[in-house]
């Protein structure tokens, strides 16, 4: 959205509310999201009509389309699945657009063209002070082409969204309701996608969607694909991962019966573009749990994929895949015995990082009915503490567990960040995903080698070394 504007002639502002156009992006995904949502149109409304600020500080208009009411611009799935709490916040004699497109994403050219047809001041006053929100209601069934215009910021990884849509209906999950439709972005526009980012100076792309193992079918639900585990998510990879001048490819998040046998032939084959880390989600190692939140597998489904991808993944020099999780506590009736085998399946697997969410009702799914069975907060807080301890335990934590696996290996790692307490430090990831430390000159963006010399329980410490013969390839 950001190189849409940019692209239109507008100017970056210097600060919030010094601007003639704000965008506010929603979501509603989770709760937090969609009342951070409906806070952040009511603060920007304060900015832009309580300020008071003289229109001399605002920055000028846009050169040779005369000047135009200050705007917000609201986008995103909380609108469109609250349109009406949405319009009644944002209404009044206010300037706002609201585009919702059908699955609420705002990165699509229709979005493009209500921009033009804004800035083209064609229809827009007066529709914008009292007309109601507008939106742009339609099915397209192939994902969209992004056109990345421009470097936004110096990011070294980007995004590729290849999916939208979920149609399983996990009952703790809004967005079967929210993004029903499936779409898949062909792979020649994935590539295409891909290559721009590239060219933009991007080194990594991580491939993403809502429900990536659904990537070429017209349903999430297995029992209805033709043949599930079969789509062209491994040729999509494979493609990608041959885009000339791409460092690094990674997967976002899959679960069993995804991680087919030829996507991991493609993730093989392609190394070390595509990297050894996965990102698969549990929520819960009890079966019985799994059945409530009607997950499409079982604990014994999820270690078999764990084994195949460890089997496939693991380096000749014995370094596992890494793999990352997302686990919810306290789900509606999950007993200590199901807590317990959790954490079974936590301390077997040996994540590198697990992302833990206490259970959040979210209106109008299935799970925030089932009051009878909620798990007293205080308990569903203790076991969200006890996997972070499991994780984040000094001597014994599966992070630093992990991590001392990499002692005395040379590692490729990409610098993202400078260190915040050291800004001779830069930051970045290697392949494992571990972030590694590294005191470099060199800057945001260059892929280099590293020794790791030493493993603490909050850093992964390497040394800089020349690129040299014997070392790993870098590309
Ligand atoms: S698979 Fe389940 S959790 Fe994931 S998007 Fe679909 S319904 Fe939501």
């Known amino acids: 959205m950001e190189s849409l504007l940019l692209d239109r002639g507008l100017v970056k502002a210097a600060a919030r509310g010094l601007c003639d156009v704000e965008v506010i992006h929603t ?53 469109s699945t609250n349109s009406d709490e949405a319009a009644q916040l944002a209404g009044g004699p206010h300037h706002v657009i609201q585009h919702y497109d059908h699955d609420g994403s705002a990165m699509t050219d229709r979005f493009a063209r209500r921009l033009d047809e804004w800035l083209a001041g064609e229809r827009t006053h007066q529709r914008l002070r009292s007309g109601p929100p507008t939106s742009c209601h339609e099915t397209i069934l192939p ?34 309701k929210v993004r029903r439709t499936l779409r898949s972005k062909t792979i020649r526009d994935a590539v295409d996608e891909a290559r721009r980012l590239v060219d933009l100076g991007h080194r990594e792309i991580v491939l993403t969607g809502i429900f990536i193992g659904a990537y070429g079918h017209e349903t999430g639900l297995r029992r209805k ?13 494979d493609a990608v991962a041959r885009v000339r001048g791409l460092v690094r490819l990674r997967i976002s998040s899959m679960e069993p019966g995804d991680v087919s046998e030829p996507l991991l032939d493609a993730m093989v084959a392609n190394q070390p573009v595509v990297v050894p880390h996965l990102h698969l989600p549990l929520q819960s190692g009890s079966d019985a749990i799994l059945k409530r939140m009607n997950r499409q597998y079982r604990v014994g489904d999820y270690l078999e994929m764990i084994d195949q991808a460890t089997a496939a993944l693991t380096t000749p020099d ?31 697997v040996g994540y590198l990082h697990m992302h833990v969410f206490p259970f959040s009702p979210k209106r109008g799914t299935a799970a925030a009915r089932w009051t009878d069975r909620f798990v007293p907060s205080a308990v569903v807080k203790a076991r969200v503490r006890c996997l972070i301890d499991l994780e984040n335990d000094p001597d ?7 991590r001392r696996r990499l002692l005395g290996r040379t590692i490729r790692v990409i610098l993202e960040q400078p260190g915040r307490d050291d800004p001779a430090i830069m930051t970045g990831r290697c392949d494992h995903y571990a972030l590694i430390h590294l005191r470099t000159q060199r800057s945001r963006g260059t892929l280099m080698h590293a020794r790791i010399a030493k493993v603490t329980p909050t850093r992964t410490i390497g040394e800089t070394i020349p690129a040299g013969i014997g070392l790993p390839v870098l590309r």
């Open 225 to 237: 694909q033709a043949e599930p585990g079969s789509g062209p998510l491994a040729d999509l990879l």
């Open 318 to 348: 014995k370094l596992p895949p890494a793999i990352t999780t997302d686990i919810i506590c306290g789900f509606p009736g999950e007993t200590d015995q199901d807590f317990e085998k959790t954490l079974e399946v936590v301390r077997r």
């Open 396 to 402: 014994a934590g599966l992070s630093i567990r992990y």
């Open 27 to 79: 979501c509603s995904v989770t709760n937090t999201a969609a009342a951070k949502s409906r806070q952040a149109i009511r603060r920007a409304l304060r900015r832009r009509f309580d300020s008071g600020l003289p229109r001399a500080d605002l920055p000028g208009p846009v050169p040779g389309r005369g000047a135009f009411l200050p705007t917000i611009i609201v986008t995103g799935c909380y609108g």
């Open 143 to 176: 994902l969209p082409l992004v056109e990345p215009h421009r470097k936004a910021g110096a990011h070294v990884r980007a995004e590729l969204k290849i999916q939208d849509g979920c149609d399983a209906h996990c009952t703790f999950c809004i967005i079967p």
